[in-house]
């Protein structure tokens, strides 16, 4: 079952990627994930990005204002959160353990 705070994320997430995309259309970013607060003070965004990760993130949060003014533009609801982004790691988490799993899994 799917709570509301659930789907406010994945409302926030939507549209995020699509403002998102306006400043780092030639970066190929990706809103992998959102966290939103009960209160709906705070919203903590994960990034993806082929190019530059860590100068997208910095980036994102540099505008992360503006960005807020364009989210409260285009969603209904009665507080927009404020933004902080991250750079999603989980993809290098993934690779690392599979080499573990490799590692396992080769005879000595």
Known sequence: MVN???K???????ELA???Y???SSDF???SDVKVAKDLSVAKVWLRAVR????VVRRAQELSGEITKQLAGSVKLKRVPKLFFYLDKSADH???IEELLEEIKRPE
């Open 4 to 6: 509301r705070m659930d």
């Open 8 to 14: 406010i994320a994945e409302l926030v997430r939507r």
């Open 18 to 20: 699509t403002h998102l």
């Open 22 to 24: 306006r400043y780092f």
């Open 29 to 31: 970013v990706a809103v």
């Open 52 to 55: 530059n990760p860590e100068a």
């Open 94 to 96: 993934l690779d690392r």
